[in-house]
């Protein structure tokens, strides 16, 4: 039994109304504790309604979302479906709950109940785990997005969850904000061995997974290990492949041999080796 | 960037900011109630007192009262200038409303200036102006110097658990206490979003500064519709997050600031207790206190 | 329809605890038929000097004339605006009527033009981004995607017919599909509007389109460049902290092993490499 298992899944927006959006269909995938996941697709693939069916926040129609052998449609296992799985949401300014940096990293331990003593230590760690414990006594308001969102990521490590779904967490950020966000998810999943789910349409993000989900539609049209960035059916479905796959593949046209890459250092490592 | 002052906390680590949150409100709230225990001057008046009886009483209870203050203010570290800058807000107003008493005082007078129909500049008029003036500025301060000193969780905190025992007739005291702290952390994000969308409609030519009330408030519906959009929009986020992190309400949730009365809480009661037995004792004359003090004054001018 | 900018300074909050210097001594200029470019991290005060261009904020310090318009002096507002249309970033965010036409006509209807003027504006400008005009007309904002969503909101400005269009980057928060698809339109609108200066953190968009790009660091310009001149100035990406393209991080890579290509684009990169490899073999 995998740690999050979809087993023939469906969601509808506004069901039975005339609004409907069946964003969701039978979608079935298992991730395993320890995988870095990357679900990619097009704004309105259904990829940010995977996020928020894994931990409850919307319960399927069809189908069923398992946490740990627990399902989401019961509503007595939500609570520790929750201390398993956190979310970084997009917006870095909507997921803040209190006026004092610390007092919101705080926020997820108190709700589990702790010791005040605790709840200091595991905000202490998380905030330091983000490098924004020289922070802690401020106000969000003045930060950037990317500290805000490194915030965010902190206020969900407090709970010590097992797994971490970042919902296109650096969508909204600079290129500076990426990469901080894109250090720390690394980190935590190499180091802490936290389950990583990212959800995102940046195919660069995606290359860095090892396990591929790809969605259009609603539905799963891929999934796999970092070849399937360059499957063809990706294009068919106007999804590009990662720049460094397209240039690879521009090379090897020419006569080159280019072994297998995704990102830029793969690729300029393999040129090198190749001239 | 705009800096959102008005009452906002001042971090510094005084013996005040480390009182308990819940003792500072209430104290606050002695404060404000002894702030009407001092009479006016009519009603003074026509308790059978003199005015110069009430003079040295008022004057008295009042400058107890601003000597609390400044005790409070000294322990707090704030800067005197900033829990006066809280006046700022009302001093037009409260300016405007003496001015009025003074020059159309109704009450009972009988030191008359000048008199011409409904206009009647008396004594007992500038006095009774005055103390209105002075009980309005100390009135805006003291809650000031509590927001100064209090940060805003500590204040929802510290009001929540006063409140507590409303909860146990069905009150939904936390979940207010929540929407309140949400509704701080939210309003200095709120107010930059306004002017973004203000500027947006700016340059598209929309104009906010002419015509009426009407027009203006009118040419207000560009910005107030989009930010109560927005707003739901925010809110939604907001509720998915708080959930997402294991929001249940008050069941069983604890906090990592732990409230506890302490030994400054003590010196804090002790010091409002005397000043309100102070006032008391001037305003109704207390072991005949105010009466010796008036009459040596009197003794002294005539 | 040029921007002329001479030794401009901006500080907010002067005198005060907050203040700070957002503008430090700009001088350049925007050409008539620019493509151009802005870049700089966050901080650096882009918005600041684009918030300039439409009179948003008063020249404080130095000189700006907008399609002649003196800004240090008196001047018709409304003109201006008319003339320099600014879309800020998540634009769909400022929607706020009841219909998709009475919202894109609040811009024409403001510079006190008829209603048969509001109208035709009102058409054209839906039908120049790509949306269908009697589909959308009646429908509410607020039920549309967030696409479409954005393209009303620059309908909106482009109704008020400007000459010059600011856009504080155009494709923020929206998928590689959705970015390509604005780019191309903001390219169609350049035929209407042939002064164009784009605000973007994005380095493929702007060496895929923009002629020339000021780059600002700290509030000051580095420098005025085309792509070519700005990917390979090593030393500006460095001290900017500027991220490259990908082909010409690739190339930078590369150089640093010890293999000497050049290449802004994925193109001129792959040329370059087999021109390379074409040279070793042999």
Redesign the interface.
């Known amino acids: 039994m995998s740690f999050i298992e979809f087993d023939n899944v469906s969601y509808t927006y506004a069901a039975q109304t005339p609004n409907a959006v069946k964003a969701v269909k039978n979608l079935s995938l298992k991730i395993e504790e320890g995988d870095f996941v990357a679900l990619v697709g097009h704004n309105g693939s259904g990829k940010s309604t995977v996020a928020k069916l894994i931990n409850g926040l919307l319960i399927p129609e069809h189908g069923k979302v398992t946490v740990d052998g627990m399902s989401t449609a019961d509503k007595k296992s939500l609570f520790e479906i929750r201390k398993n799985v956190g979310i970084v949401f997009q917006n870095p300014d909507n997921q803040m709950v209190a006026t004092i940096i610390e007092d919101d990293v705080a926020f997820g331990p108190e709700n589990l109940g702790l010791s005040p003593d605790e709840i200091r230590k595991r905000v202490d760690w998380a905030l330091k785990s983000v490098d924004m414990y020289e922070y802690r006594e401020g106000a969000p308001f003045r930060l950037s997005g990317g500290q805000k969102q490194r915030v965010a990521i902190a206020g969900v490590l407090a709970i010590k969850p097992r797994a971490m779904v970042l919902d296109e967490s650096t969508s909204m950020l600079d290129p500076v904000g990426k990469k901080e966000i894109m250090d720390i998810v690394h980190k935590l999943n190499k180091e802490e061995k936290m389950t990583v789910i990212m959800i995102t349409h940046f195919m660069d993000e995606a290359a860095l997974a090892d396990k591929i989900f790809v969605m259009d539609d609603g539905e799963l049209i891929l999934s796999g290990a970092k070849k399937v960035l360059t499957d063809p059916l990706l294009a068919a479905h106007g999804l590009d492949m990662p720049p460094a796959c397209r240039i690879a593949e521009g090379l090897r046209k020419g006569g080159m041999n280019i072994g297998e890459v995704y990102t830029p250092e793969e690729l300029a490592e393999e040129i090198c080796r190749s001239l | 960037m705009r800096d959102v002052s008005m009452g906002q906390y001042y971090p510094a680590k005084s013996g005040v900011h480390k009182m308990d949150a819940r003792a500072k409100i209430i104290f606050v709230i002695a404060y404000i109630v002894m702030l009407f225990f001092i009479p006016t001057v009519d009603g003074y008046l026509r308790g059978g007192g003199r005015l110069g009886g009430y003079i040295v009483s008022a004057a008295a209870a009042f400058g107890i009262i601003i000597l609390f203050l400044i005790t409070a203010i000294a322990f707090s570290r704030v800067p005197v200038l900033k829990v006066l800058k809280s006046i700022k807000a009302v001093l037009a107003l409260v300016l405007i409303t003496a001015v009025i008493m003074i020059v159309f005082y109704g009450g009972e007078a009988n030191h008359v200036y000048w008199s011409y129909g409904i206009i009647n500049i008396t004594l007992e008029g500038i006095i009774s102006g005055s103390t209105m003036a002075i009980r309005l500025f100390l009135l805006v301060m003291g809650p000031s110097l509590l927001t100064l000193t209090t940060t805003p969780v500590e204040l929802t905190d510290g009001l929540e658990r006063l409140l507590f025992p409303l909860s146990l007739i069905k009150i939904p005291v936390h979940e207010i206490a929540i929407i309140m702290s949400i509704a701080l952390r939210l309003i200095p994000t709120l107010i930059e979003e306004a002017d973004k969308i203000k500027n947006a409609q700016k340059a598209r030519c929309a104009d906010f500064d002419s015509g009426n009330v009407f027009k203006r408030a009118k040419a207000m519906i560009p910005v107030l519709v989009p930010l109560l959009v927005s707003s739901f929009r925010r809110a939604d986020d907001l509720a998915y997050a708080m959930d997402s992190r294991c929001y249940r309400g008050a069941k069983g949730r604890t906090r990592m600031k732990v409230m506890k009365l302490g030994w400054r809480d003590l010196v804090g009661l002790v010091l409002i207790c005397i000043t309100f037995f102070g006032v008391l004792m001037f305003v109704y004359d207390y072991f005949g206190v105010a009466g010796i003090v008036t009459n040596w004054a009197y003794s002294v001018i005539a | 329809m040029s921007i002329v900018i001479k030794n401009l300074s901006y500080i ?2 002067p005198k005060t605890p ?1 203040e ?1 210097k957002a503008l430090d001594d700009i001088t350049f200029t925007i050409e008539d038929g620019d493509f151009f470019g802005i870049i700089g ?2 901080g650096s005060g882009k918005s600041t000097l684009i ?1 300039h261009f ?1 009179g ?1 904020i008063k020249v404080m310090s130095g000189s700006l004339t907008v399609n002649g318009i003196d800004l240090g002096k008196k001047y018709d ?2 003109q201006l ?2 003339k320099v ?4 970033q998540y ?1 769909e ?5 009841e219909t998709v036409e009475r919202d894109v006509g ?2 024409p209807k ?2 006190g033009l008829s209603q048969a003027e509001v109208k035709e504006r009102t058409v054209e400008a839906i039908e120049l981004v790509g949306l269908d005009f009697n589909a959308i007309k009646d429908r509410s904002p ?2 549309l ?3 479409q969503m954005r393209r009303v909101a620059l309908a ?2 482009l109704a ?1 017919r400007p000459q010059i269009l600011v856009l504080d980057e155009p494709t ?7 970015k390509k698809e604005i780019l191309e339109l903001i390219k169609r609108v350049k035929e209407h509007c042939p002064t164009i200066v784009m605000i973007s ?1 994005n380095m ?1 968009e702007i060496s895929a389109y923009c002629n020339r790009i000021a780059v600002l660091g700290k509030g000051k310009l580095r420098g005025v460049f085309t792509p070519s001149e700005l990917f390979g100035n090593e030393k500006i990406i460095d001290e900017i ?1 500027l ?1 490259l393209p ?2 010409a ?2 190339a930078r ?2 150089r640093e ?1 010890g ?1 000497p290509v050049q290449g802004a684009t ?2 001129e ?2 040329k370059a ?2 021109a ?2 074409g040279v ?1 073999d042999a």
Not at chain 3, 85 to 88: A, H, P, R
Not at chain 3, 93 to 97: H, M, R, S
Not at chain 3, 172 to 178: H, K, T, V
């Open positions: 907010y909050s907050f700070k991290q966050t918030s439409n948003l507002y409304k605006r008319g249309g600014m879309v800020f634009p965010y400022q929607l706020f009527d609040f811009g403001n510079l607020f039920e995607s967030g696409g909106g400005v008020m923020a928060g929206l998928d590689p599909r959705g953190h493929d902290g991220r990908t082909p991080y690739i890579l590369l092993r293999v994925e193109d990169l792959i490499v087999l390379l490899k070793r």
